[in-house]
C-alpha cells in the first residue's frame, strides 16, 4: 500500500496505514516506515464528504464545534450520513474540555443513536493535549476512541481507560524543536507504542475467602 499525498491529508493517510496495520494487511515495520514518511500540509476545505470517500475508507471521523443542542448533533450526524451513503460508519468527535462533553458523550452513545463510534478528544482535536479520563461515563466507554496527546509515555494509561481504542497522532510525531523533522512521524515512538499496545492486559483481580469456621 503506497500513501497518498495528492488524495489524502497527513491525518487521513496515518488513519488509513493504522487501520490497515490492525487488520494485518500491512506488516509493522511497513507501517512504521510509512507513518515515519508521512508529512505535508494538505487540507479538503469546501468539498463534499463523499468527495473524501474511496474504496477502503470505511469510517469518517466528523469533527465540527458542538451543534449547541442534541438535536442539532442528531442532525449534523445524519447529514453527514446521507452524504456518504450505506457502508461508511460516522465517528462524531467530541470535545471533552468542553462542559457540555461528557452529557452530549453519554447521549449520543445510547442505543439507537445516530454515531457509530465517538472520537473522545481535548478541545477541538488535534491539539495534542490530554484530558481528565475521569470525566468519561461508564457507558460510553465501549463504543468510543480515546484521543488527545496520547503516545508512549502514556498509552499504558489511556488503554487501561477501558475504551474501545486509542487514537494516535501528535503524540508519536517529532516535537516543534526536530527542525525539519518536525510533525513527521517518530518510527521510534511509534513502534514503542504499538509494542506496548500488542502485550497490554488489563489488571486482574482475585478474591480470597477467609472463614473461621473449623475446617474439622
Known amino acids: 500500500m503506497q500513501t497518498r499525498p495528492q488524495v489524502y491529508s497527513p491525518l487521513q493517510n496515518t488513519a488509513l496505514w493504522l487501520t490497515a496495520w490492525l487488520y494485518n494487511v500491512e506488516s509493522t515495520d511497513d507501517t512504521v516506515q510509512a507513518l515515519t514518511d508521512l508529512g505535508g500540509t494538505h487540507r479538503y476545505r469546501g468539498c463534499e464528504l463523499a468527495q473524501l470517500l474511496v474504496d477502503g475508507i470505511s469510517a469518517l471521523q466528523l469533527h465540527a464545534p458542538y451543534q449547541g443542542s442534541l438535536e442539532a448533533e442528531h442532525t449534523l450526524i445524519a447529514q453527514a450520513r446521507a452524504a ?94 526536530a527542525g525539519t523533522w518536525a510533525g513527521y512521524k517518530d518510527a521510534a515512538a511509534v513502534r514503542q507504542t504499538f509494542d506496548t499496545i500488542a502485550n497490554f492486559h488489563y489488571p486482574t483481580t482475585s478474591t480470597t475467602s477467609i472463614t473461621d469456621e473449623d475446617p474439622s
Open 84 to 177: 456518504v451513503g450505506e457502508g461508511t460508519e460516522i465517528w462524531r468527535a467530541i470535545s471533552m474540555t468542553q462542559p457540555e462533553g461528557p452529557t452530549i458523550a453519554k447521549a449520543l452513545a445510547e442505543p439507537g443513536s445516530d454515531a457509530d463510534k465517538l472520537v473522545l478528544d481535548a478541545h477541538g482535536g488535534g491539539s495534542g493535549h490530554t484530558f481528565d479520563w475521569d470525566t468519561i461515563p461508564a457507558e460510553v466507554k465501549a463504543m468510543s476512541l480515546l484521543a488527545g496527546g496520547i503516545g508512549p509515555a502514556n498509552v499504558t494509561e489511556a488503554l487501561a481507560v477501558g475504551c474501545a481504542g486509542v487514537d494516535l497522532n501528535s503524540a508519536v510525531e517529532y516535537p516543534a524543536t
